[in-house]
């Protein structure tokens, strides 16, 4: 093989790769938690074969993501009537990232759970013992924030005080309550679970064409950062 050739298909591969995460927004996703996860695992003291299952779990994912991308292109090209056979290809392919993405969930609770569990033990036992009523303070400087965004940027972004806007609200209220449930619990499978459940919540925001990703984005880290430092700030003094 020409080294010309060659340098032509390394640069077709990575047009690719770069095409995929500019058009697909579940390969951004992909993109950033590989990202985020690989740049977690240097907080940790991993093993030479954690980190090989782990770097695995993360470019299967994307590369089931990108034949994902691929079957559906195809398909598209070939005919753009419905037809059940093309839709069949497509829930297939769909299929395949999603055993992908349980895989690299699998594995990244097998890796970091005793670690994490381990590093946090000596402050939530502290948080635990905060006065309960930080939870309803918590929300309701939430609920202020949100407002007070909504009131910034509503003739920017558009929507109204309960829907649309800059911040998504059910976000921001959905993950400062898996934030406090997760900090007076103390327990892994209840911070799991709570975080589910704000995902889903967020997820429901952008699916139902109410809010882009971004504000979701943006109302989740305001949930959690006002909780966070209201039970580190106030919650860990006591």
């Given at each position: 093989?020409k080294?010309g050739?060659?340098?032509?298909?390394?640069?077709y591969a990575?047009?690719?790769?770069?095409a995929s995460?500019?058009?697909?927004?579940?390969?951004?996703?992909?993109?950033l938690?590989?990202i985020?996860?690989?740049?977690?695992?240097l907080f940790?003291k991993?093993t030479?074969?954690?980190?090989?299952?782990?770097?695995?779990?993360?470019?299967?994912?994307?590369?089931?993501e990108?034949?994902n991308?691929?079957?559906?292109?195809?398909v598209?090209?070939?005919?753009?009537?419905?037809?059940?056979?093309?839709?069949?290809a497509k829930?297939v392919?769909?299929?395949?990232?999603?055993?992908s993405?349980?895989?690299?969930l699998?594995?990244?609770?097998l890796?970091?759970?005793?670690?994490?569990?381990a590093?946090?033990?000596?402050?939530?036992v502290k948080?635990r013992?905060?006065?309960p009523h930080?939870a309803?303070?918590?929300?309701f400087?939430?609920?202020?924030?949100?407002?007070?965004?909504?009131?910034?940027?509503?003739?920017?972004?558009?929507g109204t005080?309960?829907q649309?806007?800059?911040?998504s609200?059910?976000?921001?209220?959905a993950?400062s309550?898996a934030?406090m449930?997760?900090?007076?619990?103390?327990?892994g499978l209840?911070?799991?679970?709570?975080?589910?459940?704000?995902?889903l919540?967020?997820?429901?925001?952008?699916?139902?064409?109410?809010?882009?990703?971004?504000?979701?984005v943006?109302?989740?880290?305001v949930?959690?950062?006002?909780?966070?430092i209201?039970?580190?700030g106030?919650?860990?003094?006591g």
């Amino acid at each position: 093989m020409k080294q010309g050739s060659f340098i032509d298909s390394f640069n077709y591969a990575v047009q690719g790769i770069i095409a995929s995460i500019r058009t697909e927004r579940n390969m951004k996703i992909h993109y950033l938690a590989a990202i985020g996860v690989i740049i977690a695992s240097l907080f940790f003291k991993l093993t030479r074969l954690e980190f090989m299952m782990l770097f695995f779990a993360v470019t299967f994912v994307l590369s089931a993501e990108l034949m994902n991308t691929a079957i559906e292109r195809t398909v598209d090209l070939v005919t753009q009537s419905y037809n059940p056979v093309a839709k069949l290809a497509k829930d297939v392919a769909a299929g395949a990232v999603l055993i992908s993405a349980v895989n690299a969930l699998v594995v990244a609770y097998l890796i970091f759970f005793d670690r994490i569990n381990a590093s946090t033990e000596l402050a939530i036992v502290k948080l635990r013992n905060s006065d309960p009523h930080l939870a309803f303070v918590a929300l309701f400087l939430v609920i202020f924030a949100v407002i007070g965004g909504k009131l910034l940027w509503m003739q920017r972004s558009g929507g109204t005080f309960f829907q649309g806007g800059a911040v998504s609200g059910h976000a921001a209220i959905a993950f400062s309550m898996a934030t406090m449930i997760s900090l007076i619990s103390g327990q892994g499978l209840v911070c799991g679970l709570a975080y589910c459940i704000a995902f889903l919540v967020a997820q429901s925001r952008v699916e139902g064409k109410i809010h882009k990703i971004s504000e979701v984005v943006l109302g989740a880290l305001v949930g959690s950062i006002i909780a966070l430092i209201l039970y580190q700030g106030i919650g860990g003094i006591g």
